[in-house]
């Protein structure tokens, strides 16, 4: 049984004669009727009625239809899957990353894409948080690892890597460390250091700070941590980030910052068979179910 063999069938059962039918898939109706005889010897049973003007089903014919279309379909299936396959891998990928970005899964995922679509165009640009979800809206970019917090624009989707609350940056032994919660007034009498403004992190402070002013900013997390261990005011920074610079800092809950801050990919909907299998692979690399959040 050939899948030509049922496209003629399904062809000749919604046209009611072969003739018709034969036009409908560009054959000719001497071909159309040979498939159809074959078809119908290999089933053991008639397909047609032919005795009438118009051709109508048997019962058998009647029995059959479902399934042939059922299997056009399923081949169809498979078809546009080779196709989005043979799409990424003609493709282009760009992707951005955060400013000062040192996290390893995502190198591991670019090298993992690389290796698995030698046929794509890999290219990589560095920016700021806002300015890469701009990018990523505008279709410069196709998916980017970037900070944000609050909704993101309309037609963009995320899929978070990290989500924590902005904590304040201390360093050892400095007198706010007693407490265990800072309120603003306490930044006041300080000088806060932190992220530029569009990065995720500084986002979600700005929205509680009030009129807490950041005295010195710096590219990278890890610059803010030295410039707080070097005595030089209070940091701004995310709750894990602080946890894993224990050695150098201490972190303390802000009163009033209370959005979250994310860290995560970020691409234009929907998304196209590249983005997906990036996102495939960077879910592997870095533990979340890339296939239940991309569409």
Known sequence: MELRQLEYFVAVAAESGFTTA???????????????????????????????????LTD??????????????????VRQAVADVNQVLRGHLSV????????RPLFTTLGLFRDRHPGVGLSLTEGASDGLVARVLRGELDVAL??????LPDGVDELPVVRERVVAAL?????????????????????????PRGAGIRTAFDRGAGDVRTALEASSPDAVVELVA?????????????????DAVIGRPIRGVDDLASLGFVWRTPAGPAVQAFLGLAGREFGFDADQAVS
């Open 96 to 103: 951005g990353m955060v400013d000062g970005c040192t996290v």
């Open 230 to 246: 070097s005595g030089l005011g209070i940091g701004v920074l995310s709750e894990s980030i602080v946890a894993d610079r224990a």
């Open 22 to 56: 034969a036009a409908r898939v560009h054959t000719t109706q001497p071909n159309i009727s040979a498939q159809i005889r074959g078809l119908e010897r290999e089933l053991g049973a008639e397909l047609f009625d032919r005795s009438g003007r118009r051709v109508a």
């Open 60 to 77: 058998a014919g009647r029995a059959a239809l479902p399934a042939a279309r059922d299997a056009l379909a399923a081949a169809e299936s």
């Open 171 to 195: 360093p050892l032994n400095h007198p706010l460390s007693s407490k265990k919660v800072l309120s603003l007034r306490d930044l006041h009498n300080h000088p806060v250091l932190g992220l």
């Open 146 to 151: 970037a900070g944000y917090a609050g909704d």
